[in-house]
């Protein structure tokens, strides 16, 4: 989604992030501020208020029925994206649980005796994708050395080429 925001108008992005603008003036005979009427915006504040309603637009336009059942309470394109998140990553503390079990789940991986070398790697891959969408990335030094410390000992001899070759 923050890949189709941004190709549309990576301002889109800005104004999702700080929430609803909302044009304000002061008033000269009270000592705080009031929202403009829709006819006295400049042509500057109604592009940034139209800018806030198509944020809001592609978001609701970009998901399913289910999804739209719980987010068509949420009045801003921000309060979308937060409800977002937390369907789909959860709060802090879920995202970060979930973060460690992937990372346990890296640690640990082998492969299986029975499994071939595409099945082991697609299962490899599926974890550093998880991992990658929840913001932890792995370089890609290390991914390689570790496929290459699960593999089996029939794989020694090429493991050992790929190594040199590869300077690893």
């Given at each position: 989604?923050?890949?189709?925001?941004?190709?549309?108008?990576?301002?889109?992005?800005?104004?999702?992030c700080?929430?609803?603008?909302?044009?304000?003036?002061a008033?000269?005979?009270?000592?705080?501020?009031?929202?403009?009427?829709?006819?006295?915006?400049?042509?500057?504040?109604?592009?940034?208020?139209?800018?806030?309603?198509?944020?809001?637009?592609?978001?609701?336009?970009?998901?399913?029925?289910?999804?739209?059942?719980?987010?068509?309470?949420?009045?801003?394109?921000?309060?979308?994206?937060?409800?977002?998140?937390?369907?789909?990553?959860?709060?802090?503390?879920?995202?970060?649980?979930?973060?460690?079990?992937?990372?346990?789940?890296?640690?640990?991986?082998?492969?299986?005796?029975?499994?071939?070398?595409?099945?082991?790697?697609?299962?490899?891959?599926?974890?550093?994708?998880?991992?990658?969408?929840?913001?932890?990335?792995?370089?890609?030094?290390?991914?390689l050395?570790?496929?290459?410390?699960?593999?089996?000992?029939?794989?020694?001899?090429?493991?050992?080429?790929?190594?040199?070759?590869?300077?690893?």
């Amino acid at each position: 989604m923050y890949d189709f925001i941004m190709a549309e108008d990576s301002k889109l992005w800005d104004v999702i992030c700080d929430g609803l603008y909302i044009p304000i003036k002061a008033l000269a005979e009270l000592p705080f501020l009031m929202p403009k009427t829709r006819k006295e915006y400049t042509d500057a504040e109604k592009k940034a208020v139209e800018k806030t309603f198509r944020a809001k637009k592609i978001l609701v336009c970009g998901i399913g029925p289910n999804e739209y059942n719980r987010m068509c309470a949420c009045e801003t394109a921000k309060k979308i994206w937060e409800a977002f998140e937390i369907a789909h990553e959860g709060t802090t503390q879920v995202k970060q649980s979930k973060i460690d079990m992937l990372t346990t789940k890296y640690k640990l991986f082998r492969m299986k005796d029975d499994e071939s070398i595409l099945d082991m790697h697609t299962r490899f891959t599926s974890i550093i994708n998880e991992l990658h969408s929840l913001g932890e990335t792995i370089p890609r030094n290390k991914l390689l050395r570790k496929i290459l410390s699960i593999l089996p000992g029939s794989w020694e001899s090429k493991v050992n080429a790929i190594t040199e070759a590869k300077d690893l």
